[in-house]
C-alpha cells in the first residue's frame, strides 16, 4: 500500500480581485436631478490559512494544488455596493511552515491558533458616485478594482513533538513508543516497519504530560537521502530532546557503539544544531544481552558523549518507567518547542514605466490618472502604513508622473485621483 503520509507540498494561491465601480445616474420620473449614484465594487476573497488540529498530514494538497478565493462583485446604480468576494480558509496540519517557493523563505509557521492571510483580496474600484463633490456634480468616471495577490507557496510540516526517537531501523522505537503510550504503530521484525512518523503522549504524572515522536529509520547516508531518513529528518528539527534507541545486543550483528556514533554523524551532518540537542541513550533489547561488555563500551561512549544512558528492553517493560521520568524531569527545565520567526519581506513589484498612462484633468481641476503599472502598483501598497506610502510616493516621483503633471499645469492643491485614492498635490 502506498505511503499516505504526506509531508511537503508545492501549491498555488490566489486571492480575488476587488469589483469594479460603476458609472450610473439617478434617473426617475418627477426627481429633476438624480446625480450620479454609480456604487463602489467590492472587495475580491482573500486565501487565510487556519490550523486545524484533526489533520496529521498535507495529503489533500497532492491532488488540489491551485487555489483562488472569489472576486468581489461590481457596483450597481442606487449608490449600491458590489458584494464581498467571501474569504477562502485553508486547512493546515498544526505545525506546518509556509515558504515562499522562490526563495525558501519562511512566510509563516501555523504552530499557534491564529489565523494567517497568505494573500490579501485586491481593492474594490470606486463607483462614480464615491467622486462627486460640490464642484464635480457630475463625475463621469469610475475605478476598476485591483487584482489580488498571487503567491507560490511550499508547504512543509515539521511535527510539534516534544521528545523524538531515533535509532537504526529494528532496534525497538515503535515498541517502545507503543509501550509508553496509546500509539499503534505497526510493529514487525524487519527494516522500515515505520513509513512515516508516529506521534504519542506519555502521562508521566498528574499535569505532567509530552508528545512523543517515532521518527522512522535513519540509516548511514540519510543526510544525502538513503533509506527514508532524508524524507523525515525534518521531523525532529523541533524536538526538545531525543532518546536515542539503540540494539545493545547486537542482534542485528552490528556495534551498539558504532550504531551510536553512525547516527549522531547523521544527525549533525542534516542540521548542526542537532549535534547539540540534548539526548538520553536508551540501550534496548538488554534482556537479551550475551556479552555486558557490549554495554559497558556503550555506557563509557555515553558518558563521553555527556548523555544520560538507561538500559531497557521495551517488549519486556524493563527500566521504561526510570526513562520516561528522567525525560519528564529534563523537560521541565529545557526551553518550550521552537517556533520559527518569520524572515519573509515581501518584494516590490517588477513596474515597466515605459507603460503609457492616462492623465485626464476634469473640469473641476481634478486630475485622473489610470494605467496598467498604475494598478499593480496600487496593489502591493499599503496606504494607511506610513513606510509603504512613504514607497508609494517616491515610485510615483521616479517614475516621471510628477513630473508630467507639472508640464500639463497641475497647480498646488490640485486633487489627483488614483483608483481608489485621491490626495492633494503639493510641489
Not at 373 to 383: D, G, H, I, Y
Request: contains cysteine; proline residues 6%; hydrophobic residues 35%.
Amino acid at each position: 500500500m502506498a505511503n499516505s503520509f504526506i509531508d511537503k507540498a508545492r501549491i498555488t494561491v490566489k486571492a480575488g480581485n476587488g469589483g469594479n465601480g460603476v458609472i450610473s445616474f439617478h434617473r426617475e420620473k418627477y426627481v429633476a436631478a438624480g446625480g450620479p449614484d454609480g456604487g463602489d465594487g467590492g472587495r475580491g476573497g482573500s486565501v487565510i490559512l487556519q490550523v486545524d488540529d484533526n489533520l496529521s498530514t498535507l495529503m489533500d494538497f497532492r491532488y488540489k494544488r491551485k487555489y483562488a478565493a472569489p472576486s468581489g462583485m461590481d457596483g450597481q446604480g442606487a449608490r449600491k455596493s458590489g458584494r464581498d468576494g467571501q474569504d477562502l480558509v485553508i486547512k493546515v496540519p498544526r505545525g506546518t511552515l509556509v515558504r515562499d517557493a522562490e526563495s525558501g523563505e519562511i512566510m509563516q509557521d501555523m504552530s499557534g491558533g491564529e489565523p494567517f492571510v497568505l494573500c490579501r483580496g485586491g481593492r474594490g474600484g470606486w463607483g462614480n458616485a464615491h467622486f462627486a463633490t460640490p464642484t464635480r456634480q457630475v463625475p463621469r468616471f469610475a475605478k476598476g478594482g485591483l487584482p489580488g495577490e498571487s503567491h507560490d507557496v511550499v508547504l512543509e510540516l515539521k511535527l510539534l513533538a516534544d521528545v523524538g526517537l531515533v535509532g537504526f531501523p529494528n532496534v525497538g522505537k515503535s515498541t517502545l513508543l507503543s509501550v509508553v503510550t496509546r500509539a499503534q504503530p505497526k510493529i514487525a521484525n524487519y527494516h522500515f516497519t515505520t513509513l512515516s512518523p508516529n506521534l504519542g503522549v506519555v502521562y508521566a504524572g498528574e499535569g505532567r504530560s509530552f508528545v512523543l515522536a517515532d521518527i522512522p529509520g535513519i540509516i548511514e547516508g540519510a543526510s544525502e537521502g538513503a533509506g527514508l531518513g532524508h524524507d523525515f529528518l525534518r521531523h525532529i528539527d523541533r524536538c526538545r530532546l531525543l532518546i536515542h534507541v539503540v540494539d545493545v545486543s547486537g542482534s542485528e550483528g552490528r556495534d551498539p557503539v558504532e550504531d551510536l556514533d553512525a547516527i549522531n554523524a547523521e544527525l549533525s551532518r542534516y542540521n548542526a544544531d542537532l549535534e547539540k540537542r540534548p539526548q538520553i541513550i536508551a540501550a534496548n533489547k538488554s534482556d537479551i544481552l550475551d556479552d555486558p561488555e557490549k554495554l559497558e563500551r556503550l555506557r563509557r561512549r555515553a558518558a563521553e558523549l555527556g548523555c544520560p544512558l538507561f538500559p531497557i528492553s521495551a517488549a519486556a517493560h524493563q527500566g521504561v518507567d526510570q526513562l520516561m521520568n528522567k525525560v519528564s524531569e529534563m523537560l521541565s527545565i529545557l526551553p518550550p518547542i521552537a517556533v520559527y520567526e518569520p524572515e519573509y519581506v515581501p518584494k516590490p513589484p517588477v513596474i515597466d514605466y515605459s507603460q503609457p498612462l492616462d492623465v485626464q484633468r476634469l473640469d473641476d481641476g481634478t486630475w485622473v490618472v489610470d494605467g496598467p503599472w498604475l494598478q499593480r502598483l496600487m496593489s502591493s501598497v499599503n496606504l494607511n502604513d506610513y513606510e509603504s506610502r512613504m514607497y508609494f510616493d517616491k515610485t510615483l516621483r521616479e517614475s516621471g508622473l510628477y513630473q508630467r503633471l507639472e508640464e500639463m499645469g497641475i497647480q498646488d492643491g490640485d486633487t489627483v485621483s488614483l483608483y481608489d485614492f485621491e490626495f492633494e498635490y503639493q510641489r
